[in-house]
């Protein structure tokens, strides 16, 4: 049997239908709205395709016209972003809207927003890539702290079990996050109101590592975490007086990253917050 072709134009495709992308697959079934997406295997009704390694080799035969192509992996060669543009944009004679995911990590600012200067030598091979898609009108999407589902910060915690890792997590105590759902929700707003440039998105709020060590640590990891707070000088006099329950108590933990233009310009709010108990 041969397979249908889909003549007209998808609200939009996923190039890569990973973790991010099952969050946007079930929130476009809901709302109907028709998408196609790529694994690298085909599965489950996906198109089988993947970014070679090699630019010339880039083949986009497969992939469907859509308003929207979302990359959700790092493309860690900006030569092969260009070709994939060019390629699929000479296939369909069109120009899509162009959104790329993205990680906060060179947002090191304190506090940080998308206007902040990046800090190229955080990079991690990504953004020559993202330079390209900004530069070609697309928009980039930089999130932070993804979680839901499978993935929870409760099981990230055991991931600090040296004294070095504890005190730097005392020392900065932000957990910047967004649950994917929000993600979800992030990713088809920029589709249906598009706007480009760089957009970080966090959930506007942030967490106290030091709370999640008190309620999901182990007793070696707080007891250590209590030791540093009241013999560590460095730590001490970042952190006050008092046990670690009252320097959570006594708050005073901001968001480093700022996501409040990001919020605010598609008229959304973020809808899941973690609860730490």
């Not at 079930?26 to 009704?45: F, H, I, K, P």
């Not at 993947?50 to 010339?56: F, G, N, R, V």
């Not at 092969?80 to 543009?85: N, R």
């Not at 070609?136 to 702290?145: A, K």
Request: proline content about 6%; glycine content about 8%; some cysteine.
């Amino acid at each position: 049997m041969e397979q249908q072709v889909i003549s007209a134009t998808l609200p939009m495709l996923i190039l890569g239908l990973g973790w991010t992308g099952q969050f946007l697959a079930e929130l476009m079934v809901s709302l109907q709205l028709n998408y196609a997406a790529t694994t690298r295997d085909g599965r489950n009704n996906t198109i089988q395709w993947s970014l070679p390694s090699a630019c010339q080799d880039i083949d986009v035969s497969a992939l469907p016209l859509a308003k929207t192509v979302l990359v959700t992996f790092p493309v860690m060669q900006p030569e092969c972003m260009t070709t994939l543009i060019d390629a699929y944009q000479k296939k369909h004679d069109t120009q899509p809207q162009w959104i790329l995911l993205s990680s906060t990590r060179p947002f090191d600012g304190n506090p940080a927003n998308r206007h902040t200067p990046l800090d190229r030598s955080k990079d991690t091979g990504r953004i020559p890539a993202e330079d390209i898609i900004v530069e070609r009108g697309g928009s980039v999407l930089h999130l932070s702290g993804l979680w839901g589902g499978q993935r929870q910060p409760k099981g990230w915690v055991p991931r600090f079990p040296s004294k070095e890792a504890i005190k730097n997590k005392l020392l900065a105590r932000q957990l910047h996050l967004i649950h994917g759902k929000d993600v979800a929700r992030s990713i088809l707003a920029v589709h249906e109101h598009y706007k480009p440039g760089r957009w970080i998105v966090t959930d506007n709020g942030c967490y106290d590592w030091i709370k999640l060590f008190l309620v999901w640590g182990n007793a070696e990891q707080i007891a250590i975490a209590r030791d540093l707070a009241a013999n560590d000088a460095t730590c001490h006099d970042a952190l006050g007086d008092g046990s670690l329950e009252d320097i959570v108590n006594r708050g005073g933990v901001k968001p480093r990253l700022d996501s409040t233009e990001f919020w605010e310009t598609f008229g959304l709010e973020p809808t899941e917050f973690l609860k730490i108990e």
